[in-house]
């Protein structure tokens, strides 16, 4: 799972990423509010951290035009204010949670964890295709009862288009989800990973369709 963390502290936000990166997640970290939209606007994200308090365009603007954009990112608000009006206010321009700094770690992860799994639509902590079982909290696979052995870019790969079941991704998506933007690499690399998990996931009813022109889906193959 992808996370863009917005934080102006540095060393806060090094320690951030460092501890959810321990937790699995794939967080990228920027310090300001437009370095935030420029990022949002190039990578799709699984969830937004956003401090509120930052140089330049603050939180509450990042979240405003994300808004207006119709983006519907899940959004975790991180700040060190625990003002009702400013929560409120936060809600209200669409952010999906709050909570005031400090905080435990573990109550962070498992608010982001519920995030994800509200933005699923699944509401549970098991994602499913088919007989493809994933995991959310501890972020393993399974196909046709046996676990499924991925490398990292094969996992984030799946990941991506399983928690986007229903939707289409585009290979720009997923280039975008799986390569760092400092990564010299085209988008035609995804489509070595796609045939690699199409090898991987053949005996199961888990199938990636390519919908010519616009990107991959996966689809049950026994669904109606």
Request: glycine share 6%.
């Amino acid at each position: 799972m992808k996370l863009l963390l917005v934080e102006d502290n540095h060393d806060l936000a090094l320690w951030l990423g460092k501890v959810l990166r321990e937790e699995q997640f794939d967080v990228d970290t920027v310090h300001d509010g437009e370095a935030a939209i420029a990022r949002l606007e190039q990578t799709p994200y699984d969830l937004l951290l956003l401090d509120l308090k930052l140089p330049g365009l603050d939180g509450r603007s990042v979240l405003r035009r994300l808004r207006r954009q119709r983006n519907d990112l899940p959004v975790l608000i991180l700040t060190a204010s625990a003002s009702l009006d400013i929560k409120v206010d936060s809600l209200e321009l669409g952010a999906d949670d709050y909570l005031v700094k400090p905080f435990e770690i573990r109550e962070l992860v498992a608010r982001i964890k519920a995030l994800i799994r509200r933005q699923s639509r699944s509401g549970q902590s098991q994602l499913r295709c088919g007989d493809l079982l994933y995991d959310l909290d501890t972020r393993a696979f399974q196909a046709a009862g046996a676990p499924l052995t991925l490398t990292p870019r094969e996992h984030r790969v799946l990941e991506t288009l399983l928690l986007r079941m229903g939707k289409t991704v585009s290979k720009t998506q997923l280039a975008q989800a799986v390569f760092a933007p400092e990564d010299a690499v085209g988008e035609d690399a995804i489509e070595i990973y796609v045939h690699r998990l199409r090898r991987k996931l053949d005996s199961t009813q888990a199938r990636i369709v390519t919908l010519r022109g616009l990107g991959y889906l996966l689809r049950d193959a026994d669904a109606p």
